[in-house]
């Protein structure tokens, strides 16, 4: 049985991603169209402690390197962990529901230690 065999970002793989965003302003140039500069973002998805570091550009314009990012409605963090879209996920529901209470004017339940003697056996 062969053992999956992960890939890593090799140093000259920074020229090459560059490369291919020279292409994308080659293209965009072609098609008439124009990327919004302002929503492009550099993330570096990897468990490693010392990823390779690369400022990429577009159009000569710096990308901005960020930690994480939403692509598709997933909260994507550069450590691929689940717990930051978790958490987006958690606080936005949040937000909503009180939103909507407070709309309503539902009041927020407390969160009390006391037990409804109805359900105890």
Known sequence: MQKNKTTSLKPGDT???QADLDRLQEW???WLMEFNRSKCEVITLTKKTKPI???YTLCNTSLVVVDA???L???ISSK???NYHVDCITKRAS???KAGTLSEG???PTHSKSVNTATQH
Do not use: D, P
């Open 95 to 97: 937000q909503t529901w």
């Open 69 to 71: 990012a939403k692509y």
């Open 106 to 108: 539902i009041s927020q």
């Open 28 to 30: 965009e140039a072609e």
């Open 15 to 17: 020229r090459t991603l």
């Open 73 to 75: 409605g997933l909260n």
């Open 80 to 82: 691929l962990s689940w």
């Open 53 to 55: 570091v690369n400022n």
